[in-house]
């Protein structure tokens, strides 16, 4: 396994760090070519329940792409297409896992790193966060996903505003434009991510997987049920969590889903 990326779980809660503390994480092809299957690996093991994005090193979650690269992997369209594609496997693998993630922002969160960040589901950011889009700053065009997600959560006049200037936001901006959850002083933020992971894992699972997946579709643009999604509500009557939900609020006692 590469070292620049690292994977840890405890009980139910994988944690994935970007490790490149040297050059405050900055992306490399390495390491989009690595979280695809890593992704996929977290997303299919039953044993977790929850996943936490961050970067090494306490000073960024991830500086954007590493441009040492630039010349070789981005020098022309055709050699950009190759390298464009493998960064939207990894943001789109990353926004369709059934689990939900969360981004942990120690730092800089810029560039690719924002593009993370905003693939994941939730966002907890320390005092010190500075978060910035800056293909304005390179001559580069941001992806219309990636753009969507950034929609999502500003709207479209602050989001032209974000990749037009490319300027640096920082941590209470972020929490006021809802590019930030919360925002934590430094040292409380691991514990507070972790508590948070810890919560959402004691939950019953096909809740909070189900709960992902009609707010994916609401963003997206639909705003009535349809069969698949009166599916999804209808046979949660039909689980274990169900029947251990309402044995539990019965006997005023907590509930041990599984």
Partial sequence: MSDEVLISTKGSIATVTLNRPSVHNALNVRTYERLPRIFKQIDEDPKIKVMILRGAGG?????????????RERGNAAAAKVYNEKVANAEQTLEGMGKPTIAMIHGYCIGGGAGLALACDIRFADENARFAITPAKLGLVYSLESTRRLVELVGPSRSKWILMSGLPLGASRCLELGLFDEVFEKALLQDATVSLAETISTRAQVSVRAAKEMVRRVALGQVRDDAETIDIRNSSFDTEDFKEGVKSFLAKRAPNFK
Avoid: L, N, V, W
């Fill in 59 to 71: 000073k960024a979650f991830a500086s954007g792409a590493d441009i040492t690269e630039f010349e």
